[in-house]
């Protein structure tokens, strides 16, 4: 069925340490791929998307390529701050549910 | 523009009772979708409510149910409360139904702990 798995935490990284968190979907068609991130004591909110494949989305530092041939979405920052410590979530809308990833913990120390 | 408000912030139940959570969405979405997060298995959909209608349902048992209003806010109850039922609760709103790739809008979620 429809999934997404990806890179279990959690994940610590020194400031301005290159961040990967990967990402691969099983899913039907050609879906929509996100990534959302969730600050401490808050809901989730949207980071970036990208709806077709090869495109690139970015936001804050951010990007992913959505690479259809190796169904994956894999999350990257050149130089992550104290700030981008929260739990990040890969996604996927099929057209009909949001389908979403278990999450990986980051935390950044200074 | 107020975001999506989700009360109460935390329930705590027993076995056997049931809860009613309630859902706010932003003012003018009529998609609102409720999610279940645990630290294991993530978030899981629950169901989604667009104009009063459910849209799509989840793999969750009937003891979880749900409805939406007129003015589109959104109430999710479970019934017959268990131990794996403690999570955290979010809601959800956007202003299409999810299968439009519309971005959602997240509540900070209710957290219900059964004991």
């Given at each position: 069925g429809d999934s997404v798995t990806q890179m279990e935490g959690p994940v610590t990284l020194s400031e301005e340490a290159f961040l990967t968190i990967n990402c691969t979907y099983t899913a039907t068609g050609y879906p929509s791929l996100f990534w959302y991130v969730q600050y401490p004591g808050e809901g989730l909110q949207l980071l970036l998307k990208a709806t077709k494949a090869d495109d690139k989305g970015s936001n804050k530092g951010f990007e992913a390529t959505y690479r259809k041939e190796t169904t994956s979405f894999h999350l990257e920052k050149g130089s992550v701050q104290v700030s981008d410590s929260a739990v990040y979530f890969c996604a996927f809308n099929t057209g009909n549910q949001f389908y979403f990833g278990t999450g990986t913990s980051l935390t950044v120390i200074p | 523009k107020a975001g999506v408000t989700q009360t109460p912030r935390y329930l705590i139940k027993t076995r056997g009772q049931q809860v009613t959570l309630s859902c706010s969405p932003i003012s003018g979405h009529r998609s609102v979708s409720w999610y279940q997060q645990t630290p294991g298995q993530g978030l899981q959909f629950l169901f989604e409510y667009f104009s009063e209608t459910q849209r799509n349902k989840g793999n969750?048992?009937?003891r979880f149910s749900g409805r939406q209003f007129s003015n589109s806010r959104s109430e999710m109850n479970v019934s017959t409360?268990?131990?794996?039922?403690s999570a955290l609760y979010l809601c959800a709103s956007s202003l299409a139904p999810s299968g439009a790739n519309e971005k959602l809008f997240f509540g900070s979620g209710t957290q219900l702990s059964v004991l």
């Open positions: - | 969750f048992p009937g409360l268990e131990l794996g039922d």
